[in-house]
């Protein structure tokens, strides 16, 4: 009997633990993360900001001069409200503070690990463009063509000056530092096409220092490829 | 009464003066000389801005060298010498009742030396190579620019060196020359503002001062602290930099809030909240933790991935401090009696500005939000709501509030006041609409053109409309002055009734030497007391 009730709820455990750990397999989307998270900030900043700005108005109202008063009359503070009106708001900023330093941990740590699984371009930034050499060793300059569906791990260097790689859509940033390799990655999830463009001055041509990402279906993007390779011999 | 009014003006008196309160003048006409010029900059690049492609010039080069100057001079050569040259040099002696500062000739010198960065500042439209390296000068760029790096060196290194011979002066007035009886606990908020401000320039200064003398040593001499491949590193200079111009914010703000702390006071005759909460939590805790906040910068540059988080949270801490610094004054409001005229108003625009500007600076410490916004429109945005419009909101409002004291003439107040609205309006299309388009669409900051974003062509449009409300305001705002000057009607000695030292004891304009007499304050004089 306790076999035969056991069994369904076995089942049940052992379903649900292969999708979550399929789920744990597929990359995380940080572009959806990250819209999450500034939501929640947002929320945050502007309740604070919101209670702030009543309270501010309400006692710029209510306390403007009036005929009968000429003086406040504001009272000096006993040591313990002192005491209270520091330690309190302390609280309950810094209680602010945790959870929203908390929050962006689980997220930062996602934008820090890169996928197993991941495309490898390595980027090459300099005055004033981009060169993305795929890992066939063929390279594109300002254009990066990439399959949908799997992510992309960028591996960042400078040959000149800081630059900084963005995709604004994906919402990743890193710096191109010469001497240094950084890195990034994003999960391309629709085909289609997105801005990256550099974020840290870096001369006079700065702001035409942009190029695009081009996300391919996968079919697409193995012909590209292949058609690139064979262009290669 | 005042020896002044009996003399003409003597131009060999000015240069030579030692008198804290004729040195104050002379830093704010640099700082305002400063704020005009780089007003101007803003003004072309804004109009540039306003389409995409060129509008006013083809060339990105001159672009650069406006948004150079733009930054450059209103950081280090308005408000920081409006902040702590002008209001601070003015008010302090008057403040703790001394006659001067402790050390006048040192006075009069860190600010000819701040007069000589001002003039290297203004090389920039002389010579034919021009700085091109923003205000933050990152290398390598600003070794390998053809743009001439030693004049933003030199202007930094000058403007340091004022400001450490400002702070020895001032922090040795506070410290030695309080009046009898002015005892710590009863100095005004915005000499406690004061004193913090000139700890950070003393403990922050000579980093930035290092990292401009490397870029000079590599660019002009050979070295290599900053060349990839002669094993530098470019990353040790923005650590080095932003490890002073993170503080360098709150040298702005201190003294800022400082400012609006004693309008606040004076306007509501009211207690200030909590003082010992707001000196001790308040200020000390901004300037305790200000040496910890600069890493943000670097979130998507060059922290090491152990470091980020905790930097996530101390940047986050700072948020402690200041917000007891804003709770000190909506309290100051509590049971205030609130009268509202034009220093009142600037002082109501500021709890409303700093609001924003502080809230937003939130997302900033977050590293994943980061990640979008760094580099983009949203910093500037951010930024400008706290050091340019927060803060000149105290400097204007500031003024405005000095001005019977400085000139002994009163200002026209509906002319004041319409210089506010304008302000008010025009600042926040501006940067509002900033910063929406560096959240929003990533539109990146430092850009001469934005071919690649063109659907905030229409946001740029209107920000650049908002400007020119800001630039409308400033001409409202220098009209009233000016007209106050000329024509302004003879001043009451204490017209806004304050209970402040400044305002008690002397007369408006103070003469040479301050106080008719030796200040002896009795033991339950406050500055703060309207029960009396």
Redesign the interface.
Known sequence: MANGLNRPVLWTTAIVLSAASRAEARSPDITAGWHELWREVIWDISIIGALFAAITLYLLVRYRRSRAQKNGTGNPLTPLAAIGWVLIPVFVFLADDIFLAAKNYDLWNQYRAVPENAYVVDVEAGMWSWDFRHPDGFIETNELRVAVGRPVHIRLTSRDVVHSFFIPDYKVKWDAVPGKTNYLWFNPVEPGEHVVTCTEFCGTLHSSMFGKVIVMPQAEFDTWLEAKRREKI | MSTRAKRGFRLKEWIFTTDHKRVAVLYLAGSFTAFFLAGVMAMLMRTELSSIGPTITDN??TY?TWLYFHGAAMILGYLIPALTGFFANYYVPLMIGAKDVAFPRVNALSFWLYFAGIVLALLTFVVPDPP???W?G????SI??PGNTALYSFTVLLMGFSSIAGGINLLTTVIRMRAPGMTWNKLNIFVWCTMGAFVLQLLFVPFIGVAVIMLLLDKYLGMNFFN??AG????IYENIFWFYSHPAVYVILLPAIGLIYEITATF????V??Y??TVY?GIWGVVALSGVVWGHHLY???MP?WL??II??TT??I??PV??L??GL???????????KTPMLYA?GF??LF??GG??G??N?????Y??I???YWIPGHFHYVMAISATTAVIGGVYYVFPKLTGKQYNETLGKLGFVLFFIGANITFGLTMYMG?A??M??????????PEVERLQYITTLGSYIILLAAIVIAVSWLHALIAGKKSEENPWGSRSLEWTHSVSPPPPGNFPEEVRLADDWDPYD??K
Not at chain 2, 268 to 271: D, E, H, L, Q, S
Request: glycine share 8%.
């Open positions: 990105p080069a650069n091109d390296i923003m933050t990152y290398p390598p760029y390998f620019s990839a491949a530098g590193s470019a990353v509501a005759r009211n207690r909240f909590n010992k909460g939590g998507v540059s060059a991935a980020t988080p996530t949270f986050l801490l948020s402690v917000g007891l804003v709770i909506l309290g100051t409001l509590y049971r205030g009696s609130i009268e509202f109501s709890f409303f609001l924003i809230l937003t939130i997302p410490a977050l590293s994943a939000i990640s979008h760094h580099g983009t959240a669409y990533g990146p900051r430092r850009y001469y053109d934005y071919a690649q974003f309207y029960t």
